[in-house]
């Protein structure tokens, strides 16, 4: 199931940071109405890393469209994890790095050299190349969710979690439902075309929406 699949890639994905030296680590965190979702979070007393995780690669298109990974957005560092072949190097924006759920473990695949995790703006090794300038009110708002986490009553805990989950499904389903909009726009023309022997006649977008309904709607 997907959502197994999920599940146990953001807990490979706490543990590898957590050997990494970060003490500071969350999972599936939602700052905000409009802000980003981490999977998994980590920081240290000088920097913070992002592991998105993708269990299909469908999943990993859809992540290319969010505002925020062109500017902005969490983690100083940041990582794709995903089961092996679903994303490959070449797939990578500028800058991520990409980890591999291999049974229990953790395929590194391409990653900065060394433990060093210097902070934005150190020129250390190949550290520069794999940095991020982070969205700090952003990092501040989920530093601040973890320790609320961390206060709540078990109750409380519960309330969020429920919380939490109905607004990563609600997301889920605006993705599921952009693409199939996507696709039954692209079948509506797909089959208009076909009547017209592939050959689209000059017609204004309002009429070729009339004729396209014409041919699927049935009499």
Not at 47 to 74: M, N, Q, W, Y
Request: proline share 5%; charged share 30%; hydrophobic share 40%.
């Amino acid at each position: 199931m997907p959502g197994e699949v999920h599940k146990q890639l953001v807990t490979l994905g706490a543990k590898w940071l957590r050997r990494q030296g970060f003490a500071v680590v969350a999972n599936e965190l939602v700052t905000g109405r409009r802000g980003e979702e981490a999977d998994t979070i980590g920081f240290r007393s000088n920097c913070s890393a992002l592991i998105e995780v993708k269990a299909s690669r469908s999943d990993f298109l859809a992540d290319a469209r969010k505002p925020h990974r062109t500017a902005g957005g969490l983690g100083v560092y940041r990582f794709y994890l995903c089961p092996p072949g679903v994303i490959d190097v070449d797939d990578l924006p500028k800058g991520w790095g990409l980890l591999y759920a291999e049974g229990r473990g953790v395929r590194e695949v391409l990653r900065p050299t060394g433990n060093a995790w210097p902070s934005w703006g150190a020129k250390i090794g190949d550290w520069p190349a794999f940095q991020h300038d982070a969205n700090v009110d952003a990092e501040r708002g989920v530093l601040f969710s973890i320790a609320r986490r961390r206060s709540l009553s078990r109750s409380d805990e519960r309330y969020e979690k429920r919380l939490q989950d109905e607004v990563r499904r609600g997301n889920r389903l605006a993705g599921q439902n952009a693409l199939l909009v996507e696709r039954v726009k692209k079948l509506e023309l797909d089959l208009y075309l076909a009547t017209k022997g592939g050959v689209a006649d000059e017609k204004s977008p309002a009429e070729l929406k009339a004729a396209i309904r014409r041919k699927v709607t049935p009499l």
